[in-house]
């Protein structure tokens, strides 16, 4: 389809403004309003429902006391804190670790990732800006270029950046010293980052995974938030369906409240928790569509494994890299998948979860070698 200049003109909106302006009147004033109360609803959830505090912050127990323990000895010392690196699954909280952090220690937090520092000056900029103390937290630093690394190595150990002014034979290199900071790093692979940076952390956490309980006053606090009243059983169900990780039950609890609303009397029950979960295709065990369909396609044509990610990617439409960092975490967690030497294989688990009868030769997850 060939669209002319004028077409173009005729449908593009002028001056930055939306679609909103081809509605009538009427329609327009309402979807303006509708715009504004919803840009300020999400703007003012995602400020509150992060905790400021470690006293809010719920689950991750032992990380906490060890965190609180060196802040306070930081304090006393009246030295920046260690360089810190929390790694594990998405959506566990490692971002507002850092700001809850920043908040105990009592400084500002800048916060990039590092896809975004593409370009040297990127990384010297940042480095250049910030004040005595202050935290620079990045997230997957694992995606670090290796010249924003190189950078990094200097400013880490001696708080100081090397630059070089001229041109050929007039090349000059200088130390510029940086104020001292703290660095907090943050990614799903650890092992991605190389043994140069990653050493140079002075404190290394690994996020587990969260227990039903802990997700449960974690969806009760956010129902709080929202306004929303939620009883234990309603609150129970999505923490069970939120594989283990608060990003989710956070994102569950809004869309059961929707439910609420509109099939119930404003309350999420169990059954109205159970019947928004359920329009979602989320299953008893936490388990979406792509997940189901990563286990069945095993089960179904690779008679249960062991099959290569790279197939497996190319099967689903989907990336390696979302395969390995969104749906193996939580599904070997649970037991319904395992990684072996020869590709992914399920476990008896998945069998009986998506019903599938188990076949005679199965053993511990895995078929024979010759089978």
């Known amino acids: 389809m060939i669209i002319s200049d004028d077409d173009s ?57 060890t965190l609180k323990i060196s802040i306070e000895a930081a304090k006393r010392r009246n030295v920046p804190l260690d360089h810190l690196l929390f790694y594990g699954p998405p959506g566990l909280g490692k971002t507002t670790l850092a700001g809850i952090i920043a908040e105990e220690y009592g400084v500002d937090i800048k916060i990039t990732s590092a896809p975004a520092l593409e370009r040297p000056r990127d990384i010297i900029g940042i480095l250049m800006s910030l004040k005595g103390g202050e935290i620079l937290f990045i997230d997957e630093i694992h995606r670090l270029n290796k010249v924003a690394e190189e950078i990094l190595y200097p400013a880490m150990e001696d708080f100081s950046l090397d630059l070089t002014t001229g041109k050929s034979q007039t090349v000059k290199t200088m130390r510029v010293p940086v104020q001292k900071f703290t660095l907090i790093g943050a990614t799903t692979k650890a092992g991605a980052l190389s043994g140069p940076l990653r050493d140079r952390f002075g404190i290394i956490h690994r996020l587990e995974f969260y227990k039903p309980e802990e997700l449960q006053q974690i969806v ?8 929303v009243e939620i009883d234990e059983n309603g609150a129970l169900e999505i923490a069970l369906r939120s594989r283990a990780t608060p990003r989710i039950a956070n994102r569950l609890i809004k869309r059961a409240s929707d439910y609420a609303i509109v099939k119930g009397d404003g309350k999420i029950t169990k059954e109205i928790a159970n019947l928004a979960l359920n329009n979602l295709n989320i299953d008893d065990f936490g388990l979406d569509n792509t997940d189901r369909a990563l286990l069945k396609l095993i089960i179904e044509k690779y008679s249960g494994g062991p099959v290569g990610i790279e197939t497996l990617a190319v099967a689903l439409g989907e990336d390696i ?11 070997l967690q649970s037991g319904l998948l395992m990684r072996t030497l020869r590709g992914r294989t ?16 199965f053993n511990n997850g895995q078929l024979g070698l010759f089978e």
């Open 321 to 331: 890299r979302t395969i390995e960092d969104v749906y193996e975490p939580y599904l």
């Open 9 to 65: 003109k005729k449908n593009t909106p002028k001056n930055g403004e939306s679609n909103i302006q081809k509605l009538p009147p009427k329609s327009k004033a309402r979807a303006k309003d509708l715009e504004a109360v919803s840009n300020e609803f999400d703007e003012t959830y995602e400020k509150t429902i992060r905790p400021k505090s470690f006293n809010e912050y719920i689950g991750q127990t032992s990380l906490k006391e």
């Open 220 to 227: 009760k606090r956010s129902a709080k938030i929202l306004n």
């Open 346 to 361: 399920v476990t008896k688990s998945a069998y009986k979860h998506l019903g599938y009868d188990i076949p005679g030769n």
